[in-house]
């Protein structure tokens, strides 16, 4: 495993972008018209077959998440869609680098239609990354920014695909057309799977709010229940798109990770902070409102083996790991456990009243760290720290456990950190982040995905000098 995601899974990646390309050399329609033409040639056929991945990558395919992670997908996707526009927008540099006769791809008085769309998506694809890597800083609402975001990346898609498909140089065989037609079709597929089918789905399962009630402050809890039939199946710490009141093919769906226990199907509960626009309103929900489901989706769950768990979570990260407890209970599991969790105030700690039932009920020691102590506190003060974790798993058999975090970015670098450095392996180190947004901007294995997309990039620019000088 690199990562969280399996060799294999790379090595499918890899071969989708380079397959396509060698492919265009059998056959008839290949112009030797020195190293650099060809180079460009070929890095701009790899930059867009990682663009037609792109979306495979974030359709929601329930077994990829499941099997990847969500997370690790999320941060994979961003990393390669840095390099698939590196590579697009160096094809049309290096070719006029090369030769200057190239310019009139881009000459409206040649052919305005084309030179209109080639110069339309050398624009809107630094559009397509600086909204993405900066989008909080440009202010755009989530839901908004990814409509946008999937327009654009389908529209650069398409005439990605027209421009070579007229170009002709490499794809007159009509099978290679076919060929590159369906890496294509498969991409815009997955897009149509997401945003039509997914939902046509799902509004085949509805839910009825049952419940909304405070469980700290600024966090409700919010329970549904299947209008017929079991619910969701799901693995304790994985998370769903949840939708109130709204229809399934709504843009305002958002992940929440499922509180109850996995073992329970006649209702799921979520426990949701308000953070901003969407969220603020939950406590204000009526009951008995219509509600969709999407999932389950995550890779981290809880693990099956009973040698010990060490749960780290930090403010609203609560919600996985209390579905975790709650099923551990409720699968009659008798397992070592050690929950530390952070928050800023005493306010902010939900759940006080059965995390102490369910420390009663199973091998369970519940640590608490506030920042921000009230004055007869007897808990820990201050932040997770390494010291702290540290001190948990002082025991050689405790470095064999399982260690689940999820919480703030900050306090998942330090989690990640410490337990590796007290040589906890990275497969045993399970976690998830609240950002889809930022996927990828923190984070240990947001590195080993860095290192893991420089390696299969080296190998792509390696592969089109290969095709350059064949
Ligand atoms: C895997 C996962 C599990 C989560 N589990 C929980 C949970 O159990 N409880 C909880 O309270 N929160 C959870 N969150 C966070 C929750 O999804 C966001 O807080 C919520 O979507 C914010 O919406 P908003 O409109 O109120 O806030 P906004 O102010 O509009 O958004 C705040 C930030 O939340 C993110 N966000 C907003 N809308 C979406 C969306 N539709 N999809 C993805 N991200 C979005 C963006 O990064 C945005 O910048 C989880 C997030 C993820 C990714």
Redesign the pocket.
């Known amino acids: 495993m690199i990562v969280g995601l399996p060799l294999y899974a790379a090595g499918l990646y890899l071969t989708l972008t380079l397959v396509p390309l060698f492919v265009i050399l059998a056959g008839s329609g290949v112009q030797g018209r020195g190293f650099w033409v060809e180079f460009g040639v070929a890095i701009g056929f790899v930059g867009l077959a990682m663009l037609c991945l792109q979306s495979v990558l974030t359709a929601r395919y329930p077994r990829l998440s499941g099997a990847i992670g ?2 690790t997908m999320l941060q994979f996707h961003r990393q390669a869609g840095i390099v698939a526009f590196g590579f697009v927008l160096a094809h049309p540099v290096i070719l006029i680098a090369a030769d200057s006769s190239f310019w009139e791809f881009l000459d409206p008085r040649v052919n305005f239609l084309r030179a209109l769309f080639l110069v339309g998506v050398l624009f809107a694809l630094p559009l397509l990354i600086l909204t993405s890597l900066w ?2 800083t440009f202010r755009l ?3 908004w920014w ?1 409509l946008g975001h999937g327009i654009l990346a389908a529209l650069i898609l398409v005439i990605g695909l027209f421009h070579i498909m007229r170009v002709q140089t490499y794809l007159s065989d009509p099978w290679k057309q076919a060929l590159w037609l369906a890496m294509g079709t498969a991409s815009i597929a997955s897009i149509g799977y997401a945003r039509a089918i997914k939902p046509l789905r799902v509004r085949r399962f509805p839910y009825r709010v049952t419940q909304i009630e405070p469980v700290a402050e600024r ?1 409700w809890s919010v329970r549904v229940e299947p209008e017929e039939g079991p619910g969701l199946s799901f693995r304790a710490g994985q ?1 769903a ?1 949840l939708t109130i009141a709204d229809s399934p093919f709504s ?9 109850s226990s996995a073992r329970c199907d006649d209702h799921l509960e ?13 406590g204000e929900l009526p009951t008995g409102q219509t509600a969709w489901v999407d999932g389950a ?2 890779s981290m769950h809880l693990p099956p083996d009973d040698s010990g768990l060490l749960l780290v979570a930090g403010g ?2 609560v ?2 790991i209390l579905s975790m407890l709650r099923t551990v209970r409720d699968e009659g599991r008798r397992v070592p456990i050690v929950f530390i969790y952070a928050a800023d105030r005493i306010d902010e700690l939900a759940y006080t009243a059965e995390l102490d039932a369910l420390a009663q009920e199973l091998d369970l020691t519940v640590v608490r760290v506030l920042a921000d102590p009230p004055p007869d506190w007897n808990g820990e003060v201050g932040f997770v720290t390494d010291d702290l974790i540290a001190n948990h798993l002082s025991t050689e058999a405790a470095k064999q456990w399982h260690a689940v975090t ?1 919480g703030p970015p900050p306090m998942m670098e330090v989690v990640e950190r410490a337990l590796l450095a007290e040589g906890m392996p990275l497969g045993r180190i399970h976690s ?8 990828g901007a923190v984070g240990r294995r947001q590195a080993q995905v860095r290192r893991l997309v420089i390696g299969l990039s080296a190998v792509m620019v390696a592969a089109s000098a290969l095709f350059a000088s064949w």
Do not use: M, N
């Open positions: 969500q997370d989008r909080e609402p989530y839901q990814r966090i998370f798109f843009l305002e769906q958002h992940p929440f990770s499922v509180a979520f426990a949701i902070k308000e953070l901003g626009d969407y969220t603020s309103t939950i989706y995550g609203i990260g919600t996985p999820c998830e982040r609240f950002d889809i947004g930022a996927a």
